[in-house]
């Protein structure tokens, strides 16, 4: 675990009270298994949401109380108690302790055969490190859990992914590192008023079969806005994917609702390196929001790190969907043998089902370091959600390299940007790849279709790339001193196009 995977998951934890369980799922260890269907979980929350909110219980032993990062860091979960391990299942888990920013009280049920069977904690589960350990028989629960399986090679068990910290979860394809994130639920995020950080309280965890290629994963959300109930069917493999079904129950109206949310990092890539002082040519987790909107076309909007919050709406109707992607997959393209960024994972929402009208959502927050997860995209849906009404939500997600999706079109893989020829305007060049390309004959009859709401747009070049292989697309922006300018280029073969289009926006 990094520094940044622990502050990250617990930034929003400060914004919330405590949250207790209804009913409260701690149990005595020698307790009996109780029935389960995934229906009781939808039951829970729909209680839930009829009920005023309560805060957690927070409540942690002395001497895990203002833990700092270092000390927690070293509370780690003895592999050989791992759930499963000795049943030689394609699956186990291991669990995270409690401390630091992860005070919240999080309990995980293992169903078998249609029994829920609560899993204690035990301090005998993890060694300390310069922290007295709670007395072994007090059961304090856990903060989350993560899961392994043999993903790179069949005698081993990869991590592949972890529930830890508000509503937060991640996940990895094969040969990949941890990135982005993903969460449960977005409510009022980028509101000046302040954003909301639903939790996920409770885990209900089906035992894998023998030779199952998946695991599903059960979820209980509470917040003071909504309540809700989640199903992740998990199958890793070169593409890591979650079929998610979700109720959502809302004790209030939220007009500012995030469904499937995508949260990541951008800090410069060579479109936004201002100020930068770094020997690596870029640092991010996700370099562009890719979109598949309803009237079928096919969106990649460059990321930037601005100087002030920017908040781009996308509007559509039954989308086809959206992902933060990391296109970039050369060690070359970072230069960082430890962040290892070309190995970060893509992730792709694809809705199943019809989700209406609403826009796709994209946030850029101002950031200085790279531990802050700065960009954050979801679907927002037109209508509020309303009071004691229910919202069902189904969604694939896909993570893995660069895009999990066919894509007739080729790719904008590289966006650049620098001092134009003449003062005060800026060079932008498009780097494009795609078989697509192989349909850009004769070379004469490609052109750049390049267009800005404000400023003027001046010498539009499109030629073959012959070091890729592809073409690039340049032009040059005069802002006029606008403050704000939202650019969009295709390439085209006379007007059919060639690549998917591509947007921006410029600020200084």
Same mark, same amino acid.
């Given at each position: 675990?990094?520094?940044?995977?622990?502050?990250?998951?617990?930034?929003?934890?400060?914004?919330?009270?405590?949250?207790?369980?209804?009913?409260?799922?701690?149990?005595?260890?020698?307790?009996?298994?109780?029935?389960?269907?995934?229906?009781?979980?939808?039951?829970?929350?729909?209680?839930?949401?009829?009920?005023?909110?309560?805060?957690?219980?927070?409540?942690?032993?002395?001497?895990?109380?203002?833990?700092? =990062?270092?000390?927690?860091?070293?509370?780690?979960?003895?592999?050989?108690?791992?759930?499963?391990?000795?049943?030689?299942?394609?699956?186990?888990?291991?669990?995270? *302790?409690?401390?630091?920013?992860?005070?919240?009280?999080?309990?995980?049920?293992?169903?078998?055969?249609?029994?829920?069977? *609560?899993?204690?904690?035990?301090? /005998?589960?993890?060694?300390?490190?310069?922290?007295?350990?709670?007395?072994?028989?007090?059961?304090?629960?856990?903060?989350?859990?993560?899961?392994?399986?043999?993903?790179?090679?069949?005698? =081993?068990? +990869?991590?592949?992914?972890?529930?830890?910290?508000?509503? =937060?979860?991640?996940?990895?394809?094969?040969?990949?590192?941890?990135?982005?994130?993903?969460?449960?639920?977005?409510?009022?995020?980028?509101?000046?008023?302040?954003?909301?950080?639903?939790?996920?309280?409770?885990?209900?965890?089906?035992?894998?079969?023998?030779?199952?290629?998946?695991?599903?994963? *059960?979820?209980?959300?509470? /917040?003071?806005?909504?309540?809700?109930?989640?199903?992740?069917?998990?199958?890793?493999?070169?593409?890591?994917?979650?079929?998610?079904? @979700?109720?959502?129950?809302?004790?209030?109206?939220?007009?500012?609702?995030?469904?499937?949310?995508?949260?990541?990092?951008?800090?410069?890539?060579?479109?936004?390196?201002?100020?930068? +002082? +770094?020997?690596?040519?870029?640092?991010?987790?996700?370099?562009?929001?890719?979109?598949?909107?309803?009237?079928?076309?096919?969106?990649?909007?460059?990321?930037?790190?601005?100087?002030?919050?920017?908040?781009?709406?996308?509007?559509?109707?039954?989308?086809?969907?959206?992902?933060?992607?990391?296109?970039?997959?050369?060690?070359?393209?970072?230069?960082?043998?430890?962040?290892?960024?070309?190995?970060?994972?893509?992730?792709?929402?694809?809705?199943?089902?019809?989700?209406?009208?609403?826009?796709?959502?994209?946030?850029?927050?101002? /950031?200085?370091?790279?531990?802050?997860?700065?960009?954050?995209?979801?679907?927002?849906?037109?209508?509020?959600?309303?009071?004691?009404?229910?919202?069902?939500?189904?969604?694939?997600?896909?993570?893995?390299?660069?895009?999990?999706?066919?894509?007739?079109?080729?790719?904008?893989?590289?966006?650049?940007?620098?001092?134009?020829?003449?003062? +005060?305007?800026?060079?932008?060049?498009?780097?494009?790849?795609?078989?697509?390309?192989?349909?850009?004959?004769?070379?004469?009859?490609?052109?750049?279709?390049?267009?800005?709401?404000?400023?003027?747009?001046?010498? @539009?070049?499109?030629?073959?790339?012959?070091?890729?292989?592809?073409?690039?697309?340049?032009?040059?922006?005069?802002?006029?001193?606008?403050?704000? @300018?939202?650019?969009?280029?295709?390439?085209?073969?006379?007007?059919?196009?060639?690549?998917?289009?591509?947007?921006?926006?410029?600020?200084?």
């Amino acid at each position: 675990m990094h520094r940044r995977d622990v502050v990250l998951a617990g930034l929003a934890l400060p914004f919330l009270g405590p949250l207790a369980l209804e009913p409260r799922a701690t149990l005595a260890a020698d307790e009996k298994p109780t029935a389960f269907d995934p229906m009781q979980v939808r039951q829970l929350a729909r209680d839930l949401a009829q009920k005023p909110y309560k805060a957690p219980d927070t409540s942690l032993p002395p001497q895990l109380k203002d833990l700092s =990062y270092d000390q927690y860091r070293k509370i780690r979960f003895i592999p050989d108690r791992a759930l499963w391990r000795s049943d030689k299942l394609p699956f186990q888990l291991q669990f995270f *302790h409690r401390g630091f920013y992860f005070t919240n009280r999080v309990d995980v049920y293992e169903v078998d055969n249609g029994q829920a069977r *609560h899993i204690p904690y035990s301090s /005998s589960m993890f060694s300390f490190e310069g922290v007295t350990p709670p007395d072994p028989n007090q059961d304090i629960g856990f903060a989350g859990f993560r899961i392994h399986a043999p993903m790179n090679r069949p005698d =081993y068990y +990869d991590e592949v992914a972890v529930f830890l910290g508000a509503s =937060y979860f991640r996940a990895i394809a094969k040969n990949e590192g941890y990135g982005l994130s993903a969460r449960g639920l977005a409510i009022n995020t980028g509101n000046p008023k302040g954003e909301e950080f639903p939790l996920f309280k409770t885990f209900w965890v089906e035992r894998p079969a023998p030779n199952t290629g998946s695991l599903a994963v *059960h979820a209980l959300l509470d /917040s003071p806005s909504a309540s809700g109930a989640y199903l992740f069917t998990i199958r890793p493999g070169e593409v890591t994917t979650f079929d998610s079904e @979700v109720a959502l129950y809302p004790r209030a109206d939220i007009a500012d609702a995030g469904l499937a949310p995508l949260t990541s990092m951008f800090l410069f890539g060579p479109s936004d390196r201002a100020g930068v +002082d +770094d020997f690596r040519p870029a640092v991010h987790d996700s370099d562009g929001l890719a979109m598949h909107n309803g009237r079928d076309e096919m969106l990649w909007r460059a990321l930037a790190n601005p100087k002030d919050l920017q908040i781009s709406a996308f509007a559509d109707t039954n989308p086809r969907g959206f992902g933060l992607l990391q296109r970039p997959r050369d060690f070359r393209d970072f230069e960082d043998l430890e962040s290892r960024y070309e190995k970060r994972p893509s992730l792709w929402i694809e809705p199943i089902g019809n989700w209406g009208d609403g826009d796709v959502r994209l946030i850029e927050i101002p /950031s200085k370091e790279e531990i802050h997860d700065n960009m954050v995209a979801f679907w927002r849906p037109r209508e509020a959600l309303r009071a004691k009404g229910e919202y069902n939500l189904t969604y694939r997600m896909h993570w893995g390299p660069i895009d999990q999706r066919p894509l007739p079109l080729a790719k904008i893989m590289a966006t650049r940007a620098g001092a134009g020829g003449a003062p +005060d305007t800026r060079l932008f060049v498009l780097d494009i790849a795609g078989d697509k390309l192989k349909e850009a004959t004769p070379p004469e009859q490609v052109r750049g279709d390049v267009s800005a709401n404000k400023g003027k747009i001046d010498n @539009v070049v499109s030629q073959p790339n012959p070091a890729t292989g592809g073409w690039r697309l340049s032009f040059t922006l005069a802002p006029n001193k606008e403050p704000v @300018v939202e650019l969009r280029a295709q390439l085209m073969i006379n007007d059919q196009p060639l690549s998917e289009i591509w947007l921006y926006r410029w600020t200084p």
